[in-house]
């Protein structure tokens, strides 16, 4: 090295830094790779024993975010049980009428027409949030039964939680596919599901970091007289 000329000994060095610069980043990106895995693997368990309660506590009212009949019945269920003073359906297509959703979840017509509000402004899980914040607010309710799926249940609670802070809310997971027993590692479609949920979950919790306020202008809450 002591004959070495200084263009030589530089290059040698800028190849050792960036030899340990690259160690450094492999091993950092195994880090962030373990640590993706193992995350998903603890929230595709955790959904997946989530079930609802036999006897959920009563609450001043339920919020159902639309996304399958198996919610739309649950919802139906527990206002009839006498759970929820009032339901917010949220979510529900521009184009379904109040008379097509009725029929479609069943149950007594009467009380559908007295105390189930429709939300036809939002389109994704952030707006169902700052939806059912507006009707919160407009009714000044303390308590909540929240109703989805139970693989949207984590990311449901998170943004919710962040809008309606007032608000107790309460969880009640909808289960379409039994998959406590680890099943969903060898079922593609219950792995896409829960892959996908998981990258919309950990990109939920990113967003916190970011204030979140009321951005959509559309349609506002329909009241329980809004036109069929």
């Keep these: 090295?002591?004959?070495?000329?200084?263009?030589?000994?530089?290059?040698?060095?800028?190849?050792?830094?960036?030899?340990?610069?690259?160690r450094v980043g492999a091993i950092l990106a195994l880090a962030v790779a373990t640590c993706f895995v193992a995350g998903f693997g603890w929230f595709s368990s955790h959904v997946s024993r989530l079930t609802a309660p036999m006897n959920p506590p009563k609450a001043d009212a339920i919020i159902v975010l639309t996304g399958g009949q198996s919610r739309l019945d649950a919802a139906m269920s527990l206002l009839e049980s006498g759970k929820g003073q009032r339901l917010l359906i949220?979510?529900?297509?521009?184009?379904?009428?109040?008379?097509?959703?009725?029929l479609a979840m069943g149950g007594d017509s009467k009380l559908f027409a007295c105390c189930v509000d429709i939300d036809r402004a939002a389109l994704d899980?952030?707006?169902?949030?700052?939806?059912?914040?507006?009707?919160?607010?407009?009714?000044?309710?303390?308590?909540?039964?929240?109703?989805?799926?139970?693989?949207?249940?984590?990311?449901?609670?998170?943004?919710?939680?962040?809008?309606?802070?007032?608000?107790?809310?309460?969880?009640?997971?909808?289960?379409n596919s039994?998959?406590?027993?680890?099943?969903?590692?060898?079922?593609?479609?219950?792995?896409r599901v829960l892959f996908t949920e998981y990258n919309k979950y950990l990109a939920a919790l990113a967003r916190g970091v970011v204030p979140v306020r009321l951005q959509h202008a559309g349609m506002s809450v329909a009241d329980a007289s809004a036109k069929e």
């Design 178 to 191: 039994k998959l406590d027993d680890g099943s969903w590692l060898v079922k593609p479609q219950a792995l």
């Design 90 to 102: 949220s979510g529900v297509h521009p184009a379904a009428s109040r008379k097509q959703l009725q």
């Design 1 to 22: 090295m002591a004959g070495m000329a200084p263009a030589s000994r530089i290059e040698t060095r800028t190849r050792g830094r960036a030899r340990r610069v690259l």
């Design 125 to 175: 899980t952030i707006g169902n949030a700052e939806e059912s914040a507006k009707w919160v607010g407009e009714h000044a309710y303390g308590s909540i039964i929240l109703v989805t799926n139970n693989y949207h249940m984590p990311r449901s609670l998170l943004e919710m939680g962040r809008l309606l802070r007032g608000a107790r809310l309460e969880p009640y997971p909808v289960v």
